[in-house]
C-alpha cells in the first residue's frame, strides 16, 4: 500500500522560507502524478504545484516564481521549497500522489501545517 508522510511544517514570518517533504513509502516506481495541495480555515482544497512525467512541472498562480517542486528519487522524497511566504500561504499543505494502475489510485498524506505571521 502507498503511504505518504509530510513534514517540514511550521511557524515562519512573512518573507521567510519553508521547505516542505513528502516520504513515499509502497511503491518502486515514481507515482504518475504527485503534487501538492492546500487548505486554509474555512476554504476548499485548492491546487498548489504538481510534478509529472509528461505535462512536466504546474503552479497555482499565486505561487509561481515563489514555491519550487521537486522530486529526489533515489530518496522516494517529493519536495516543496517555499519562499517569500505570505501571511496568505497559511494552510495545511497536503501531499497528493496518483499511480495508473488496473485502476487509478489516488493517495493523500496527512498534512502539515504552515503558518505565515505578519
Known amino acids: 500500500q502507498v503511504q505518504l508522510v509530510e513534514s517540514g511544517g511550521g511557524l515562519v514570518q512573512a518573507g521567510g522560507s519553508l521547505r516542505l517533504s513528502c516520504a513515499v513509502s509502497g511503491s518502486p516506481f515514481r507515482l504518475a502524478v504527485m503534487a501538492w495541495y492546500r487548505q486554509a480555515p474555512g476554504k476548499q482544497r485548492e491546487f498548489v504545484a504538481s510534478?509529472?512525467?509528461?505535462?512536466?512541472?504546474n503552479y497555482q498562480d499565486s505561487v509561481n516564481g515563489r514555491f519550487s517542486i521537486s522530486v529526489d528519487d533515489a530518496k522516494y522524497t517529493m519536495y516543496l521549497q517555499m519562499t517569500e511566504l505570505r501571511p496568505e500561504d497559511t494552510a495545511v499543505y497536503y501531499c497528493n500522489g496518483i499511480r495508473y494502475a488496473a485502476e487509478i489510485e489516488t493517495y493523500w498524506g496527512q498534512g502539515t501545517q504552515v503558518t505565515v505571521s505578519s
Open positions: 510534478i509529472t512525467a509528461t505535462s512536466g512541472i
